[in-house]
């Protein structure tokens, strides 16, 4: 156990399992396909609906589940990289403007789900790039936790995060510590599906950099978690 | 328990789908997990559908505006084309053939003005003589006096021109200032350029020569 983990904040445990499928995927990150096992059963019958009903011409109706589908999804991911609301509700629309525009020429290479955060990285990139003279956090020394920037004003108190356990809270706020670069790396390694491969292309940056920015991010968040008392 | 260090050579090479052993990749499998299991975070529902539905709407109606106006373009072009085409095919059928070419011919009047006149091949020196011909395209007249050549036509002084279906008309006007003979070659075909001498353009264009006009000057 750290030593930060050892004060009085409150101990949350960690605890839900590893579940097989996550847990065995990390010897196989390369293989795209691997990942994509671990969608539910539920996801791929909402995928078939909204595909089957814009093969079938209809699409604002194949937008609309799209949209009901994965709006928050994708607004959340926007939302923890770019930790602005009204930034990330613009994206998701802008993100859903994109894709149902480009729907009727999905190939179903990967789940819609993944389509979309591939989409939403991108334009969260973009936005990353436009607001590049809003002063962002320090270069990150991954090891040190006292390198992590201070929590960002309201993050994450101005999120709606009732629903969060005490342990999702945390994790939240130390994602929110991380420099833009490292977060959405590791929340598109661990969040969205997409291979390296996939991510690199979107991103424009090497697969090799993007592993190395999430062995970076996970020791760091770590330990930020242990430091509040998170046992993992 | 390993060192951060380690921790991050050993993500970095789980990454790459190497990794072995460690102390902790139990937690950092966990880790993982909750990042994947962190909650969706609702948004207030400010009619973003709504917004992205209308403006799928636009673009369509806009895409509609440009193809219909592309496609009245092309229709339009399409038109333009197909009755340009129908004309030129109507010029390559309705088109008259060529008319043939002209036979050749070369004759010659004596005197000037109201007292031109037929005469049997001989005039008096001074007397004027115009002398036509018609030749097809590839024709010409070449006019000699004595040896020498004194008018090329056309192309010479004194020398006119003129189209007709099938050829040329010529006509030229020579002074006849000496007693000699002159010589009209009406020459038809590809025959080298004259050199000057009678007897070495008959010879060269021996072949091409179609009508020989000789007039004795006294």
Same mark, same amino acid.
């Given at each position: 156990?750290?030593?930060?983990?050892?004060? *009085?904040?409150?101990?949350?445990?960690?605890?839900?399992?590893?579940?097989?499928?996550?847990? %065995?995927?990390?010897?196989?990150?390369? =293989? *795209?396909?691997?990942?994509?096992?671990?969608?539910?059963?539920?996801?791929?019958?909402?995928?078939?609906?909204?595909?089957?009903?814009?093969?079938?011409?209809?699409?604002?109706?194949?937008?609309?589940?799209?949209?009901?589908? @994965?709006?928050?999804?994708?607004?959340?991911?926007?939302?923890?990289?770019?930790?602005?609301?009204?930034? %990330?509700?613009?994206?998701?629309?802008?993100?859903?403007?994109?894709?149902?525009?480009?729907?009727?020429?999905? /190939?179903?290479?990967?789940?819609?789900?993944?389509?979309?955060?591939?989409?939403?990285?991108? /334009?969260?990139?973009?936005?990353? =790039?436009?607001?590049?003279?809003?002063?962002?956090?320090?270069?990150?020394?991954?090891?040190?936790?006292?390198?992590?920037?201070?929590?960002?004003?309201?993050?994450?108190?101005?999120?709606?995060?009732?629903?969060?356990?005490?342990?999702? /809270?945390?994790?939240?706020?130390?994602?929110?510590?991380?420099?833009?670069?490292?977060?959405?790396?590791?929340?598109?390694?661990?969040?969205?599906?997409?291979? @390296?491969?996939?991510?690199?292309? /979107?991103?424009?940056?090497?697969?090799?950099?993007?592993?190395?920015?999430?062995?970076?991010?996970?020791?760091?968040?770590?330990?930020?978690?242990?430091?509040?008392?998170?046992?993992? | 328990?390993?060192?951060?260090?380690?921790?991050?050579?050993?993500?970095?090479?789980?990454?790459?789908?190497?990794?072995?052993?460690?102390?902790?990749?139990? +937690?950092?499998?966990?880790?993982?997990?909750?990042?994947?299991?962190?909650?969706?975070?609702?948004?207030?529902?400010?009619?973003?559908?709504?917004?992205?539905?209308?403006?799928?709407?636009?673009?369509?109606?806009?895409?509609?505006?440009?193809?219909?106006?592309?496609? !009245? !373009? !092309?229709? +339009?072009?399409?038109?333009?084309?197909?009755?340009?085409?129908?004309?030129?095919?109507?010029?390559?059928?309705?088109?008259?053939?060529?008319?043939?070419? +002209?036979?050749?011919?070369?004759?010659?009047?004596?005197?000037? $003005?109201?007292?031109? !006149?037929?005469?049997?091949?001989?005039?008096? +020196?001074?007397?004027?003589?115009?002398?036509?011909?018609?030749?097809?395209?590839? $024709?010409?007249?070449?006019?000699?006096?004595?040896?020498?050549?004194?008018?090329?036509?056309?192309?010479?002084?004194?020398?006119?021109?003129?189209?007709?279906? $099938? $050829?040329?008309?010529?006509?030229?006007?020579?002074?006849?200032?000496?007693?000699?003979?002159?010589?009209?070659?009406?020459?038809?075909?590809?025959?080298?350029?004259?050199?000057?001498?009678?007897?070495?353009?008959?010879?060269?264009?021996?072949?091409?020569?179609?009508?020989?006009?000789?007039?004795?000057?006294?």
């Amino acid at each position: 156990m750290p030593a930060a983990a050892a004060s *009085d904040a409150p101990t949350w445990a960690l605890g839900s399992p590893v579940g097989g499928a996550r847990g %065995a995927s990390h010897g196989r990150l390369l =293989r *795209d396909r691997s990942l994509r096992s671990s969608m539910t059963p539920n996801r791929q019958a909402d995928d078939a609906a909204i595909l089957a009903l814009s093969a079938r011409g209809q699409r604002r109706e194949a937008a609309s589940a799209l949209m009901s589908a @994965y709006g928050d999804a994708v607004f959340s991911f926007c939302l923890r990289q770019l930790r602005d609301r009204d930034v %990330a509700a613009d994206l998701r629309q802008r993100v859903f403007r994109e894709a149902c525009r480009d729907l009727a020429r999905f /190939r179903g290479r990967s789940s819609l789900r993944t389509w979309l955060f591939g989409i939403a990285s991108q /334009r969260c990139l973009d936005e990353g =790039r436009r607001r590049v003279r809003v002063p962002g956090p320090e270069p990150f020394d991954a090891l040190s936790s006292a390198a992590i920037d201070p929590v960002p004003t309201d993050w994450p108190n101005s999120l709606d995060l009732a629903a969060h356990s005490e342990r999702s /809270r945390a994790l939240e706020e130390c994602l929110g510590k991380l420099p833009d670069e490292l977060r959405m790396s590791v929340l598109l390694r661990h969040g969205s599906e997409l291979s @390296y491969q996939e991510m690199s292309q /979107r991103l424009g940056v090497k697969a090799t950099t993007l592993q190395a920015r999430v062995a970076r991010a996970e020791p760091a968040l770590r330990e930020c978690l242990e430091a509040k008392g998170v046992e993992l | 328990m390993s060192e951060p260090s380690d921790d991050l050579a050993w993500i970095e090479a789980r990454e790459r789908g190497e990794g072995g052993e460690h102390p902790r990749a139990a +937690v950092y499998a966990r880790l993982g997990a909750a990042i994947a299991e962190l909650p969706e975070i609702a948004a207030s529902d400010d009619g973003w559908q709504r917004a992205v539905l209308d403006e799928l709407d636009r673009d369509a109606a806009q895409r509609v505006r440009v193809r219909t106006a592309l496609d !009245r !373009r !092309r229709a +339009v072009v399409s038109v333009v084309i197909g009755a340009l085409a129908i004309a030129a095919l109507g010029l390559l059928i309705l088109r008259p053939d060529p008319p043939p070419p +002209v036979e050749p011919d070369l004759a010659y009047l004596a005197g000037r $003005g109201a007292e031109l !006149r037929r005469t049997e091949g001989t005039v008096a +020196v001074g007397t004027p003589l115009a002398i036509t011909a018609r030749v097809p395209f590839s $024709g010409a007249l070449w006019i000699y006096r004595g040896e020498r050549l004194v008018l090329r036509c056309p192309g010479g002084d004194g020398c006119t021109v003129r189209s007709l279906p $099938g $050829g040329l008309a010529l006509s030229a006007e020579v002074l006849t200032d000496a007693a000699l003979t002159y010589t009209a070659l009406l020459v038809v075909g590809a025959v080298p350029p004259p050199t000057g001498v009678l007897a070495t353009d008959a010879d060269a264009a021996l072949g091409a020569i179609r009508e020989t006009l000789t007039i004795d000057v006294h």
